[in-house]
């Protein structure tokens, strides 16, 4: 019995195996050379794997740096070159970054700010809360960003009223602007999320394209700026909150901060620092590399003595970063093979019926897609899939490849309906304030708002801009 | 004889408080050693880290991390019914991490009872198992919405769910209050005596009335059902208590719900061994968990502890 259920749990391994199988002995369809289909034998089952996470996703990467070289894709060491770009010292440098910021207890010092700012009304207070989760995961990240706000928004609750049943939907609502917040402005740098990293490898590595991480903030930024104040509002319509006004929780709150005392030098110094490496990034990093301008932050860190390696150590997901190594490693395998072309001419030929094969509508299907294959996997892993397809399809229609680039990732930001899709939506979750139905509430009107919002900055603000 | 152990479990909701409720006044009068458990969202491994510093940070700003809460709340209801002795500090800190594979706050019962409240990561119905595994309970008590139907079959399936796996006692506290009288369910075989047995034992120590119940499932069966009732009246008069005894013709569980309605506890016996057998015999139990209106105790003979240490 015991093995029965072993051996279930681990289902999804046997019937990717046995699919990969399949299509090694499948007769090789026409475009396709020998080592092409190989390549998509190993696509297939890893975008098994990334949806049904038999193992966890960090041996997925191993999985694909092993089945490169068995299937003789890659050499071993040019896996290992593909694991550890300039793109996963920036994906790495960054999550080092942010665990050395959310090491100091600038939490109650952001919740200060939040409340001094908006003052007591909830509906302010809203708009505050997203807005500032908003801007600082834009460039730290949400994980960090949803894990530091998250008490914070348990704290404004807990004060308010200790019976949960009384604040039901100000807990959601709190609970909801911090997650959604994080989540969508995520795509704002390119230091926000890990994906966005891939996306900037992927147009230069396979197309050549060199985007600057401020030309990065230039193009995407504003897409955020008008999210945030349309999720404050639909998040107010959707869940009516019983208390309006948020007087003794705020003095709660300021007592709390109170016994804190003033900021010290240690919190001035990581801010600093913090804000020096933005600026690196804005200006010297398109000589030197986003990665390298971020290990220098982090060296600065360490070198000022306010965090420790042990820090980094505990507060670094480790397997993120192999994730990532893998999907780029992948993508990249999926060029030089064929398979991203191949699949992309066949898209193209599927779809010309139906007028979507170029300009808009090709963003459209995009879009939706990317929204689709992000609530089943972890962004990352889509757009570590996607992006060599999607980035072909619009370069064999002549459609800008930058453009494509940019809707597949911030495509993956819209996903507001289910709580595994994203990260920040995980964590708030786990706070255990939300129900799976709370994110369908207002999650459809906002995927739809978002799309259109695109759509309308793709047409218009980046044929300005001239991507 | 050993002392027994219960096993309380909470999501928060006000029919879980009524079955921490019953199982603390059945723990205090039986003496019996209670654990409260909450089984918390589980987080991807992904976010594990992150999670970690929400903790700390939640810590830091003297606020419980998530599910203590409730957890707290259950302490609250065990200090109402008398099973522990008030005290003011309950707080988060007091919680012990990693006690066999769950973050424990340990009491002392009035009558020394050792009560627990425990909080466990992970899919309820795979914690709450592991956790009466572990914890060699004897019984698993359980909170279940009144509803039916397509909400009842997904909300309600933890209960069920855990009813049906589990090798130990599981009551299933549907709308379960104070005044709630005892039904034993026979049909003369040994696996219903013991739960006749344990039935009675507990509508004793909790003072309530005990009526037995035969269904005969064809009118010319009936006096067969009325002599397993009977023999079931004799097991109780040895006990010295005192019984009524109904017989009814029909379908078994749809006669049970209807005898039972809302003022009784259903008292049945099931298989704890194999799970082919489970399934055939367990169908009239889970039935009536699923479409009775009344609390269901079903009762399984404890299987033999493997012994660890031979020799």
Not at chain 1, 149 to 164: E, H, N
Not at chain 2, 182 to 208: H, K, N, P, W, Y
């Amino acid at each position: 019995m015991a093995i029965v259920s072993e051996l279930l749990k681990r289902k999804w391994i046997f019937i990717g195996f046995f699919v990969g199988l399949v299509i090694l002995t499948l007769p090789i369809p026409e475009g396709l050379t020998p080592i092409g289909m190989r390549a998509l034998a190993l696509v297939v089952v890893t975008f098994l794997f990334f949806m049904t996470e038999p193992v966890p996703l960090p041996g997925v990467a191993l999985f694909i740096a092993v089945s490169e070289v068995l299937l003789g894709l890659e050499k071993p060491t040019g896996v290992a070159q593909s694991f550890m770009s300039d793109s996963v010292f920036f994906i790495m440098g960054s999550l080092m970054i942010a665990a050395a910021i959310v090491k100091q207890n600038l939490d109650k010092r952001i919740a200060l700010a939040i409340v001094r700012l908006t003052g007591p009304r909830i509906e302010r207070i809203v708009l505050g809360l997203i807005s500032v989760s908003a801007v600082i995961a834009s460039f730290i990240g949400e994980h960090t960003v949803s894990a530091m706000m998250l008490p914070v928004g348990v704290a404004l609750i807990k004060f308010t009223s200790d019976d949960r049943k009384k604040v039901k939907n100000l807990s959601i609502l709190i609970m909801l602007s911090i997650a959604y917040g994080a989540m969508i402005a995520a795509v704002g740098t390119p230091s926000g999320g890990a994906r966005n990293a891939i996306m900037l490898a992927y147009w230069k590595e396979l197309f050549g394209i060199n985007l600057t991480y401020f030309q990065w903030v230039v193009a995407a930024y504003p897409i955020i700026l008008l999210e945030v104040p349309i999720v404050a509002l639909i998040l107010y319509r959707s869940f009516s909150p019983e208390v309006k006004d948020l007087s003794p929780a705020i003095a709660a709150l300021r007592e709390k901060v109170k016994e804190e005392g003033r900021l010290t030098q240690q919190d001035w110094i990581t801010i600093g620092i913090f804000f020096l490496t933005v600026l690196m990034w804005m200006t010297i990093s398109s000589r030197i590399g986003l990665g390298i301008t971020a290990l220098i932050g982090v060296l600065l860190f360490m070198v000022a003595g306010v965090v420790r390696w042990e820090d980094l150590n505990n507060n670094v997901n480790w397997g993120t970063i192999l994730v990532y190594g893998g999907a780029i490693s992948l993508g990249l395998v999926m060029k030089q093979s064929g398979v991203a072309d191949w699949i992309a001419k066949s898209f193209l030929i599927w779809v010309e019926p139906f007028g979507i094969h170029r300009g808009v509508p090709l963003l459209v299907a995009i879009s939706l897609m990317t929204i689709t294959l992000s609530s089943l996997m972890s962004s990352g892993a889509t757009v570590g899939m996607l992006g060599p397809i999607t980035l072909q399809i619009a370069s064999l229609s002549g459609t800008s490849i930058i453009e494509a680039g940019f809707v597949t990732v911030i495509s993956t930001s819209f996903v507001y309906l289910t709580s595994v899709a994203s990260p920040s939506c995980n964590i708030v979750y786990g706070g255990g304030y939300l129900n799976r139905t709370d994110f369908l509430k207002a999650g459809w009107k906002l995927v739809l708002i978002s799309l259109m919002l695109l759509l309308l900055i793709s047409a218009g603000y980046w044929r300005i801009l001239g991507l | 004889m050993a002392k027994m152990k219960f096993l309380m479990c909470t999501d928060g909701e006000e029919h879980a408080e009524a079955a921490i409720r019953f199982g603390g006044r059945l723990a205090k009068e039986m003496n019996a050693d209670a654990s409260v458990l909450h089984v918390r969202r589980p987080i991807s491994s992904s976010e594990r880290v992150q999670l970690t510093t929400t903790r700390k940070k939640l810590t830091s700003w003297d606020l419980d991390i998530p599910g203590i809460d409730y957890l707290t709340r259950a302490r609250e209801i065990l200090d109402e019914v008398g099973l522990t002795p008030s005290s003011k500090e309950t707080h988060s800190r007091a919680f012990e991490g990693g006690v066999q594979g769950a973050t424990e706050l340990h009491l002392v019962g009035a009558g020394g009872e050792n009560v627990r409240l425990r909080l466990r990561e992970g899919d309820p119905v795979e914690q709450i198992l592991e956790e009466a595994e572990v914890g060699g309970y004897d019984l698993i008590i359980l909170g279940s919405h009144g509803r039916r139907g397509l909400a009842g079959y997904f909300v309600g399936s933890t209960a069920l769910r855990v009813a049906d796996l589990a090798t130990c006692s599981v009551l299933i506290a549907k709308n379960i209050r104070r005044d709630h009288n005892f039904l034993l369910c026979t049909d003369g075989s040994d696996l219903s005596e013991q739960a006749e047995i344990s039935g009675a034992e507990m509508a004793r120590v909790l003072g309530a009335k005990v009526t037995i119940l035969s269904v005969a499932e064809e009118e010319s069966r009936r006096d067969e059902a009325l002599q397993s009732a009977r023999r079931a009246e004799m097991i109780l008069a040895q006990m010295g208590i005192e019984a009524k005894v109904k017989v009814r013709v029909g379908h078994p569980s749809e006669e049970i719900a209807a005898e039972a309605k809302d003022h009784d506890i259903v008292v049945m016996g099931a298989s704890g061994s194999s799970a082919v057998r489970k399934f055939f015999l367990g169908s009239v139990p889970l039935k009536v968990m699923e479409y009775g209106e009344c609390p269901v105790l079903i009762v399984r003979e404890k299987r033999g502890k493997i012994p660890l240490q031979a020799g």
